[in-house]
């Protein structure tokens, strides 16, 4: 059975840091994306950080420069480390893993973690 456990949210004020980390488990790798997305309090679920097999990363335009996204295969361990972090950052926060490739479309990730969440005050 696949699982993906986050842990490393929190608050933090404004400006801080933090660092998701997302443990994966019973799963054989064979050149899957994985993913970072986000849902805050009625809003959509969107897509934020994305590591292809070959560690090519995208990342969504409101996070780019302050976030970055890594991952250790053989400790089958995804992250997300969060630098600057706004108010707007707050949110739940759920890593994925998907089909083989890159990219933020929900649509192909097939395996969600619960979520952790991120709370940021100003």
């Known amino acids: 059975q696949v699982q993906l456990v986050e842990s490393g949210g929190g608050s933090v004020q404004a400006g801080g840091s933090l660092r998701l980390s997302c443990a994966v488990s019973g799963y054989t790798y064979n050149k899957n994306r994985m993913g970072w997305f986000r849902q805050a309090p009625g809003k959509e679920r969107e897509g934020v950080a994305s590591i292809d097999w070959y560690g090519s990363t995208a990342y969504a335009d409101s996070v780019k420069g302050r976030f970055t996204i890594s991952k250790d295969i053989p400790k089958n361990t995804l992250y997300l480390q969060m630098n600057s972090l706004k108010p707007e950052d707050t949110a739940i926060y759920y890593c994925?893993?998907?089909?083989?490739?890159?990219?933020?479309?929900?649509?192909?990730?097939?395996?969600w973690g619960q979520g952790t969440q991120v709370t940021v005050s100003s």
């Open positions: 994925a893993l998907g089909t083989p490739g890159n990219g933020l479309s929900d649509r192909d990730y097939r395996y």
